[in-house]
């Protein structure tokens, strides 16, 4: 899968995190939509160094999609914890 693969998949994982994480994000649409394309790349490389699954070729490989969506959600949350709104 090439470098524009990767970016579909990380637009459609960071939209998949931002479901299964709803609320107010501090950036907007296009700051979480970039925090799914590097939750995709991040998901992937980490699957792939530590997890010994290889980065498959295919773009629907389940297992590359559920890191994409992994990492897509743990860099949102980080995101959030860092740069959330600090209003209760």
């Not at 700051?31 to 699954?53: C, E, H, N, P």
């Amino acid at each position: 899968m090439g470098i524009i693969g990767w970016i579909i998949l990380g637009l459609l994982a960071g939209g998949i995190a931002k479901i299964l994480l709803p609320g107010r994000d501090p950036g907007g649409f296009i700051v979480t939509t970039l925090i799914g394309v590097a939750g995709a790349f991040t998901g992937g490389w980490l699957s792939a160094k530590f997890l010994d699954r290889p980065i498959q070729a295919q773009f629907f490989d389940l297992a590359t999609w559920g890191s994409a969506i992994v990492g897509s959600l743990v860099l949102l949350v980080g995101y959030r914890i860092l740069f959330g709104n600090s209003r209760r």
